[in-house]
């Protein structure tokens, strides 16, 4: 049992910049060893939902091409958190991003996978 959090989303100009943090955590005094991989997508009204960025265990990081030279995902394993530096925010980066993926578990060694609430990022053009 688990949780994805996200924050740092808000209302910025073009050209500005944002930066994105998915945290995990245990439930029911679960614990988190470790983020075996996450991604970030957004999804803008009458859109489908895209994968913006991704991590993977190694540390091997895509890209959509859409951000790619503009965004930057990292990963702070100490805090259990993923973060998502947007620069250079566009009109059309506007969307509500949300932060998916697996973590291994504590106390039985299991694995949890699953979504955020999401963030709202809105870029005034």
């Known amino acids: 049992q688990a949780q994805l959090v996200e924050s740092g989303g808000g209302l910025v100009q073009s050209g500005g910049s944002l930066r994105l943090s998915c945290t995990a955590s245990g439930t029911r005094s679960r614990n988190i060893v470790r983020i075996n991989e996450m991604g970030w997508y957004r999804q803008a009204p009458g859109k489908e939902r895209e994968l913006v960025a991704e991590?993977?265990?190694?540390?091997?990081?895509n890209y959509a091409e859409s951000v790619k030279g503009r965004f930057t995902i990292s990963r702070d394993n100490a805090k259990n958190t993923v973060y998502l530096q947007m620069n250079s925010l566009k009109y059309e980066d506007t969307a509500k991003y949300y932060c998916?993926?697996?973590?291994?578990?504590?106390?039985?060694?299991?694995?949890?996978?699953?979504w955020g609430q999401g963030t709202q990022v809105t870029v005034s053009s």
């Open positions: 998916s993926g697996e973590v291994l578990l504590s106390l039985d060694g299991s694995t949890w996978y699953g």
């Open positions: 991590i993977i265990r190694s540390g091997t990081t």
